[in-house]
């Protein structure tokens, strides 16, 4: 990354906001632009002290994503899942619903192969807590959100504590 270049903290869109549920278009052009972006979702992301943060949450419906955690950082560009094995429970928490953590089940284990900063592919793996922030943010470039992974009861209830939220800045 360019140092020329620095991230800045952007509003972070909360729960209902219509793009939370859009697929974002995958990103073709590797420039300053697509720099600008992940340094301004690292940068949102830290004010926050989030461990990922997706190009939606932002508002910007473009493939990418960031992840920081055990002091190791990932740039998400055009993610897929390419393995995954074994199963976890965990809770969960997504910055567009702050305050609000449910029970998802996830794959314990992935490995993805996604783009850098250049358009080169790489692949990344990850286990436990790494590989839920990975596809709890390749599930945010999907329209896909945590909370469509509980029952019906439960998803309402959370709907509505999201409810009282709206307007609120954390
Ligand atoms: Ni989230």
Redo the contacts with the bound molecule.
Sequence with gaps: MSNEITGEVIEIRTYPDPVLKKVSEPVTVFDEGLEKLVKDLFASMHVHDGV?L?AP?IGILKKAAVVEYDGKSYVLINPRVIDQKGLQEGEEG???FPGIYAHVTRPEWVRIETQDLKGNTVTFEGEGYTARAFL??MD?LSGKL?IDYLSTLKRNTIKKKAAKHTGGHF
Excluded: I, V, W
Aim: aromatic share 10%.
């Design positions: 990922g997706a949450q997504c910055l567009s709890h943010e945010h945590f």
